[in-house]
């Protein structure tokens, strides 16, 4: 039986379970993490992290959808959702935020706009 991939994301750049990628990521397209990525993605569509994916590194998009772990900072221009599988080490900033049941946040959250082409990280510091 297969395993949904990263939260339902059909990313037109996929990082499929098993590969390891080291470095960063940007584009426009969305993105799906089913595999172990570390560095920074910062792309102006989604990303999904699946259930069996985990990021080192801070992820920025448009929306976010987690489902796996995230050591690092998760900012979302419209909305980041963690899911009940979710572990998160780090920030969640985004203007829409969903936590479900079951998820673990280890960090801050902020409900404020993220900018990420004014400031280029999304957030200020």
């Known amino acids: ?32 993490v089913d595999g172990r990525f570390e560095g920074t993605i910062a792309v102006g569509g989604k990303v999904g992290i699946g259930a069996g994916g985990e990021v080192r590194g801070d992820v920025q998009a448009r929306q976010i959808v987690v489902s796996g772990r995230v050591q690092g900072h998760v900012i979302a221009t419209e909305r980041a959702e963690l899911t009940s599988s979710a572990v998160v080490e780090g920030s969640v900033q985004a203007p829409k935020i969903v936590i479900a049941e079951g998820a673990r946040l280890e960090g801050k959250v902020a409900t404020s706009p993220a900018n990420l082409e004014a400031s280029g990280k999304g957030s200020e510091g």
Do not use: N
């Not at 037109?12 to 590969?19: A, D, F, N, Q, V």
């Open 1 to 32: 039986m297969s395993r949904p991939s990263a939260a339902g994301s059909t990313g037109s750049t996929h990082l499929g379970p098993g590969s390891r990628f080291v470095g960063d990521l940007s584009g426009e397209e969305d993105v799906a």
